[in-house]
């Protein structure tokens, strides 16, 4: 890859809608979220006139007002108008976990572990979720996560049971989602894949790797474990989603841990994050903001063996597919219920305890469902924006350093940190990647544009 990436994208002012513009040699990108235009040098002006203008004759123009008003649309939508209608449930139903992962950030082996999630709670809130689906028309989803290893719960075969008759009584869609560790029994695995629509499996890479970083509580490595539900998962014909969390250690093994989970895992999509700034990672895990181009530089060689394998490298924190910004469940029409009989506005929160203790449970005065204007309140606080975000080519797709940058936390305030660097680098990146089979086109025509979905105009 070439250096241009390096080049900043600058938001193009006076404009009613989001365009950012990089200026190469000889040409000029112009991009806003779902569409890309090259432009020649000489024409840029006349283009400027044209993306001004009230009825753009150019088709490129034409379609970049279009996404840009809808990009705009649509953060209006999730971020201002600010609607708490939850479409998906998510559940953390116990902390019970059989991992002692170096990085944990969820809760510390000192504190006594909170109650399981009530199965009524979790079937009144269920109720209206459905609800709020079959109103809007829209697909129920359940997610089944850890603030432990969710697969544990003895419960999960009933409650999952039970959720289904409520479902299919509605008669709305249904999509079942489990996040694992993978260190299960065969015939849960078994279980798992035909109860579950998609099931995401974290590993963290090699086995050399894995026995470091995500131990079983005995010390010793679970990566046999992981391998035998991996292979689970593919024998059933489903998609193996893999999440990936790298740390200082594993940062510049990115290259290795792709070629092992693609080869011997067989992988479909691996999405890659950098360790959270979490209760442990201060032990050396924590990847410092000056090393967001060696991330950045060892993730693209990584991607590049994905394609290898025609498969995905995903970054988390940067999505160019779609609108999105901090992982708050108050703004992703989330209801997330926590051990202790919690809701969070947070997905980082493990229980009830943590979220009252952080001021994040947003749960009513008698517990049966979510204080409205305590939502409102926290909505309010978490759409707050860094001046440096308000102008960024990322600004309609990224996480924005959550979770080690929060609104809510002042502690964790402060510009410019790990996240923000690698995202900014990647979207550049990615741009540059998908311009260059734009050149050949600018022989020919003085512009050349692309949706960022796959198809080239
Ligand atoms: S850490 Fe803060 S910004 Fe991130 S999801 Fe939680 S509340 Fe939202
Ligand atoms: S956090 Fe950084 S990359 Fe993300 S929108 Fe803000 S300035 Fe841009």
Redesign the pocket.
Known sequence: MNDLWRLPFEKVEALTFPVYRQDLPERSLFYTPGYLVMVNADYVDEFLEQLNSAHPVLQTARKLQDYGKSAAQSWEFQFKDMKFEPLCLTLYTSQRCNLNCSYCFSQDAQEPLEADLDIGFILSAAKTVIENCKKEGAPFTLVIHGGGEPTLDQRLPQLMAEVEQLVSRSGIGFFRYLATNGVMPEETAHWAVQTFDEIGLSCDGMPEIHAIQRPLKNGKNSIPWVEQTAKVIKAAGKALHIRVTVTSQTMRQMPEIASYLYGTLRADEVRVEPVFQGRRSGQGAEITDELAEDYFSSFMRARNIAGSYNKRWIST??QLEGIHSRYCQVFRRVLHLVPGDGISACFKMSGRRQAEDKDLDISNANRTGVDAQRVRMLQSILAQ??A??EN????YH????CPD?CPHDPASSG???L???I??LM?TAFLQERAEALKPYLHHYPTAGCTLRGGQS
């Open positions: 924190g940067v924006e860094d440096a975000c960024c080519v990322n600004h990224c996480a924005r350093g940058r510009e410019d940190g996240r923000c660097r995202n900014r979207t």
